[in-house]
């Protein structure tokens, strides 16, 4: 009895190590066969791949970037909304990223001990591959930058004039627009996050006047000090021309690139007109 125990477990152990050893063979020869391959039960969004090459996922990466290319893609800010979609703004599938992965999705950098237990899991499970995407920076800048709405409004330069009796100030206001540069870090925010379609919201970007609040004051006191009465004489006449008067003359302009208050040529031409309308002869230039 005990020397057919001692048979029956020596058959035994035999075919454990014939066991071992054609599955350590399996194993290598597996490996070898996939090397730059894609393992087993490995796919990529759904499409099986495996034992396909980089040409294949390729194939795969394409169909998906065809599929994504007319989702939506809207970007926001305040009093502007641009809709335009993703083969235009510049999004698509990272490839390079995607092929890495599934190439890489039954590999293991460790040692042989760690690849055959990878090697091994791949024989009962499977492994899908997520799409990940990428903005081309460039292409969305240029997009930005050269969309028409972009420049959400123009600044609006401080002025002031006399016109209509007091000085009637226009106060500055800074203008927007869509800084691309803002627009690229929130789209690649969205992307990071998922696939399309993207939503983002942007701030919008301020344009500053050339002449502030400060230039628009000082302009206005030198006004004042211009706004006094006059005395007008044309050859032996004299007249006089109120405060008032004279500040209805005045407009802003920008001189020398300061804002600063001028007289109105033909605003002056008409007060002096009036004060002389009774001059029997033509008039020569006023002197004040």
Same mark, same amino acid.
């Given at each position: 009895?005990? !020397? ?21 063979? +399996? ?12 393992? !087993? ?17 390729? !194939? ?31 999004? $698509?599938?990272?490839? +390079?990223?995607?092929?890495a992965a599934a190439l890489n999705a039954r590999d293991s950098d460790g040692n042989i001990v760690d690849r055959f237990r990878s090697w091994w899991r791949s024989l009962r499970g499977s492994v899908d591959v997520p799409l990940t995407y990428e903005v081309n ?107 008032? $008067? =004279?500040? !209805? ?13 001028? &007289?109105?040529?033909?605003? =002056? ?18 002197? &004040?």
């Amino acid at each position: 009895m005990g !020397r057919k125990l001692v048979r029956s477990g020596g058959f035994l152990l035999i075919l454990a190590i014939v066991a071992v050893v054609l599955v350590g063979a +399996a194993f290598l020869i597996d490996e070898a066969m996939h090397r730059d391959r894609v393992g !087993r039960n490995v796919s990529v969004a759904g499409f099986v791949v495996a034992d396909g090459s980089a040409t294949d996922i390729d !194939r795969v990466l394409a169909a998906e970037n065809a599929t994504a290319a007319s989702l939506p893609v809207v970007i926001r800010t305040d009093g502007l909304t641009i809709e335009t979609d993703v083969a235009t703004a510049g999004v $698509s599938v990272d490839e +390079a990223a995607v092929t890495a992965a599934a190439l890489n999705a039954r590999d293991s950098d460790g040692n042989i001990v760690d690849r055959f237990r990878s090697w091994w899991r791949s024989l009962r499970g499977s492994v899908d591959v997520p799409l990940t995407y990428e903005v081309n920076a460039s292409q969305l800048k240029q997009f930005i930058d050269t969309h028409p709405a972009a420049v959400i409004n123009h600044p609006q330069e401080p002025t002031f004039s006399g016109l209509n009796g007091g000085l009637e100030v226009t106060d500055a206001v800074a203008g927007r627009y869509l800084a691309s540069a803002d627009v690229v870090t929130a789209l690649q925010a969205a992307v990071a996050a998922g696939p399309p379609p993207y939503s983002v919201d942007v701030a919008a970007t301020p344009i500053p006047t050339v002449h502030t609040a400060a230039d628009l004051q000082s302009a206005l006191a030198a006004a004042d000090e211009l706004a006094t009465r006059l005395t007008v004489s044309i050859n032996d006449r004299t007249g006089i021309i109120g405060g008032e $008067s =004279v500040r !209805r003359w005045i407009d802003s302009d920008v001189v020398d690139g300061e804002l600063v208050p001028v &007289f109105a040529g033909d605003r =002056v031409q008409e007060s002096v007109q009036a004060l002389f309308t009774d001059y029997a002869e033509p008039l020569s230039t006023p002197q &004040f």
